[in-house]
């Protein structure tokens, strides 16, 4: 079965560092997302991505977010400057063609900002 | 108003059970309808889709009520294996956003 694969699956930073969480979605999909979700609570949209560009996004997502797909096959993101709120659970979400079918979620990277 | 809505229980049931859970959504123009399952610390997975007509798998049975707006889950007899988040998602019309409801816990008793 195919599947989105998310790496590192584990990342613990110090406040004002910058990351970057890797996402290489299947190989045929469109639509790419990133959401997070803050342990115990929902899952939030952060990002939607297509035909290599930023579609919509949330309030969460400023300036110190951002996304990018530079080879085509991994799909990014990228927090500049960490804070101690970033840690969470960041799913990345893939969708095929027509974007009515099945969401693929990533297994997730989990990030832990000191 | 919160833009999908679940009782976030928890919901302790002895196996066996029968279990229901609501959802009820706040854009009239939403298109697409899932339930999703979340076991602790692991990402969501596709439980079942929801159509108009409501759809049955196995054990479960999703509708959908589009005059109210709201969504329904239903687990017969329930497994110990059942317990776990459910969640409820919901994607608009000419948007690709999907918004998640905070979930529902659902712990099945031996």
């Known amino acids: 079965e195919p599947e989105v694969t998310q790496t590192p699956s584990h990342q613990v930073t110090q406040m004002g560092q910058e990351v970057i969480l890797r996402c290489v979605p299947i190989s045929n999909h469109l639509y790419f997302y990133w959401y997070r979700q803050i342990l115990g609570q929902k899952v939030e949209f952060l990002v939607s991505f297509y035909n290599n560009e930023i579609s919509e996004k949330s309030e969460i997502f400023d300036d110190q977010f951002s996304v990018e797909r530079p080879d085509g096959s991994n799909f990014t993101l990228k927090i500049r400057s960490t804070k101690l709120e970033d840690s969470a659970m960041y799913f990345c979400?893939?969708?095929?063609?027509?974007?009515?079918?099945?969401?693929?979620f990533g297994e997730g990277s989990r990030l832990t900002v000191l | 108003r919160k833009e999908v809505e679940q009782d976030p229980g928890p919901f302790n049931v002895p196996e066996g059970a029968t279990v229901a859970f609501n959802c009820t959504y706040s854009?009239?123009?939403?298109?697409?309808f899932f339930w999703y399952r979340q076991d602790c610390r692991k990402e969501p997975k596709l439980l079942m889709s929801?159509?108009?007509s409501g759809n049955e798998d196995g054990r479960f049975t999703a509708q959908l009520n589009r005059a109210s707006q709201y969504i329904s889950l239903l687990i017969r007899d329930s497994k110990l294996s059942d317990s776990a988040t459910y969640l409820c998602v919901v994607r608009d019309f000419g948007n690709e956003k999907l918004t998640f409801g905070t979930g529902t816990r659902l712990t099945i008793i031996p």
């Open positions: 979400v893939t969708v095929g063609q027509g974007n009515t079918g099945e969401l693929f």
């Open positions: 854009n009239s123009a939403s298109q697409s």
């Open positions: 929801v159509y108009s």
